[in-house]
């Protein structure tokens, strides 16, 4: 879900990415696609599903993930403008390999706030880009979950992005980019 897509009165905006986007924490390096001169940082909260379910009640949705993390939702923004500018899908624009950047889990209550009270950030070069609550989302972690199980199955290791607040940009070969929740770094990423 993209927070410039939506408001608080309209459903989550949903896209999906195949697992040939995901990029692991260890690996520690990401690699500008030569197809774009333009990718986007877009930091988010994450969270892993644990088992499976199809048209989850809110009230019942934080029974199906234990672990959390911080992720990067890397844009190539310069192919989302011309296919949304001829109201094409935009998927190769967020769906391509390794745009789904992911830090370690972590245990859901390991902060004792809950997951709707949670601090997190993203420094690019020791300087804080992106900073945000979980309180300030558009959709809460729950009602994202409840949603999306309208139209998908969930399954066991599906991963769901949670929307990214103020402060996206551009991404620079030599960057390094660390990400936090409350204070512990999850997420450590250099630009290559």
Request: proline residues 3%.
């Amino acid at each position: 879900m993209n927070r410039a897509l939506s408001s608080k009165d309209d459903d989550p905006v949903l896209f999906m990415k195949p697992d040939t986007a995901l990029l692991n924490a260890d690996k520690h390096e990401f690699y500008i696609p030569d197809f774009s001169s333009d990718i986007h940082y877009e930091t988010e909260l994450v969270v892993r599903i644990d088992k499976m379910g199809k048209n989850i009640a809110e009230r019942f949705a934080h029974r199906y993930y234990k672990e959390i993390t911080l992720g990067i939702d890397f844009t190539a923004r310069d192919i989302q403008a011309g296919l949304k500018a001829k109201s094409l899908p935009w998927e190769i624009s967020k769906a391509f390999d390794n745009s789904a950047a992911i830090g370690t889990f972590v245990d859901k209550d390991k902060f004792g706030k809950g997951i709707n009270d949670l601090n997190f950030q993203l420094k690019i070069d020791n300087n804080i880009v992106q900073s945000g609550n979980t309180s300030e989302m558009i959709h809460p972690v729950d009602k994202i979950i409840a949603y999306a199980s309208r139209f998908f199955t969930l399954k066991t290791g599906d991963l769901i992005f949670t929307g990214t607040p103020a402060g996206v940009g551009k991404v620079a070969i030599g960057n390094q980019l660390s990400g936090t929740l409350e204070d512990e770094e999850l997420l450590s990423l250099n630009i290559c």
